[in-house]
């Protein structure tokens, strides 16, 4: 199983740049990701599939709801990452502090050989009390990853994305097919 979450929505634009919007390109990719779930028959379910707003904490709700197997499922939460500067650049991946798995290290080679975007690295993040810092990784039970899809101050990132959004797409779900088989 895979849980498809777009990051922000409706009144919680998510960063902006380039004119665009973080919340429509996390649609954008989840929407092609869902579809793509369903054409290779990997059961999935998508959190947000229009422009409305979900807190947090009903996001992670949501999420854990539809979660069938702790040791198999992942939830993969699609971003575009901001930064005061407009020369940052690249793909990077938020795990969670107690996941082993190959996923994201695989996820990232996939992004780093597709030549779509520059790869920048797979880490955590804790809080001052040494757990996941970041809602989707702290309440979420299975496995889950925050994907940074490039800087949307970055014009080349975003043209890279905006013209190659469904191999974009594809990446993670490619990477699960391949993780769950070996």
């Known amino acids: ?9 409706g009144k919680d634009t998510g ?20 579809r ?10 998508i959190i947000r599939n229009t422009d409305n707003f979900i807190d947090l904490n009903t996001r992670c709700k949501l999420i854990n709801a539809n979660i069938s197997d702790l040791t198999r499922d992942i939830c993969i939460s699609n971003h575009i990452n901001s930064a005061e500067n407009a020369t940052a650049f690249g793909f990077e991946i938020i795990k969670k502090i107690s996941d082993e ?29 040494g757990s996941d810092h970041f809602a989707i990784n702290r309440l979420v039970k299975c496995r889950s990853y925050i994907l940074e899809w490039g800087f949307i101050k970055n014009k080349r990132d975003m043209d890279s994305i905006k013209h190659n959004i469904i191999v974009t797409a594809s990446l993670p779900i490619i990477a699960y097919l391949q993780n769950q088989q070996s």
């Open 1 to 9: 199983m895979i849980i498809i979450d777009a990051g922000h929505g």
């Open 101 to 129: 798995s190959s996923y994201a290290d695989d996820l990232l080679k996939m992004v780093k050989r597709s030549d779509i975007l520059a790869v920048r690295k797979v880490y955590t993040v804790r809080n001052i009390n």
């Open 36 to 45: 793509l779930c369903d054409v290779y028959e990997i059961e999935s379910v």
């Open 15 to 34: 960063a902006i740049g380039n004119g665009l919007y973080e919340k429509d390109l996390a649609l954008q990719i989840a929407i092609i990701q869902k």
